[in-house]
């Protein structure tokens, strides 16, 4: 079955040792995004690749950056993890954003993985 | 710009009753809406979701949706609520903008709660 995949499940980090999110993904879909849940809280938009493009969210801090070194790929990277940085970290994909057959008046869905619980001791 | 509120942070209810989640919108331009449904230590699955068409959207799971733009409302719905149904609810808006699909914006979640 096409899938987003996210590695690993649960990742233990200490304060400000940099830490990798790993996202994969067999729909071939053009867009990956990154997401940050904190408990009972709605997912926060980091930041999205379309194709190479890279879009950072404007409150996105700099302590976050991610790579995306071909379609199938994309990779979180926390350089200095802080305790408020421990989070669920959820990797989406869709199709598209722009002009195409998804839209106007048609919808690109975001198709989330399992997500990475992230914890900073 | 968009964004959502949903009604209620905790939803009780008995299995076999009624299940409603209230989720109102705003947005300045046509918007498209979506339900999607996170249980613990889960990604977001989508449950169903409003483009354009018929305001009533059934999604899986026997779960509804009725898009009321005089009230900019997208409750959810479930006529008989099943254990497994206990998860969280986020409610979620995007819409068309300049060219491209305007990133979703997500309500706080409302965290759905089914006793025996």
């Known amino acids: 079955d096409a899938m987003v995949i996210q590695n690993p499940r649960y990742q233990v980090t200490q304060f400000g040792k940099p830490v990798t999110l790993s996202c994969s993904q067999t729909?071939?879909?053009?867009?990956m995004y990154w997401y940050q849940q904190k408990s009972s809280q709605a997912p926060k938009l980091l930041f999205h690749?379309?194709?190479?493009?890279?879009?950072n969210e404007a409150d996105t801090p700099d302590n976050f950056q991610s790579r995306r070194p071909n379609t199938s790929f994309c990779f979180l990277d926390i350089r200095s993890p802080g305790l408020g940085d421990a989070a669920m970290y959820l990797c989406?994909?869709?199709?598209?954003?722009?002009?195409?057959?998804?839209?106007?008046?048609?919808?690109?869905?975001?198709?989330f993985g399992p997500g990475t619980r992230l914890t900073v001791t | 710009a968009q964004s959502v509120t949903q009604l209620g942070s905790h939803v009780s209810v008995s299995e076999g009753a009624l299940v409603l989640l209230r989720c109102n919108y705003s947005?300045?331009?046509?918007?498209?809406l979506f339900w999607y449904v996170q249980y613990p230590n889960q990604g977001l699955q989508l449950l169903l979701k409003?483009?354009?068409?018929?305001?009533l959207v059934k999604g899986i799971n026997g779960f509804e949706a009725e898009f009321k733009k005089s009230e900019t409302s997208f409750h959810l719905t479930k006529p008989s609520a099943h254990m497994s149904d206990a998860a969280e609810y986020f409610c979620?808006?995007?819409?068309?903008?300049?060219?491209?699909?305007?990133?979703?914006?997500f309500g706080k979640g409302t965290k759905l709660s089914v006793k025996p």
């Open positions: 979620a808006v995007s819409a068309w903008m300049g060219g491209s699909q305007g990133n979703l914006i």
């Open positions: 409003y483009t354009t068409g018929a305001t």
């Open positions: 947005s300045s331009v046509p918007p498209y």
């Open positions: 989406a994909t869709s199709r598209g954003t722009g002009l195409g057959s998804g839209g106007p008046g048609g919808i690109y869905e975001q198709y």
């Open positions: 729909l071939n879909h053009n867009v």
């Open positions: 690749y379309y194709d190479k493009d890279f879009n």
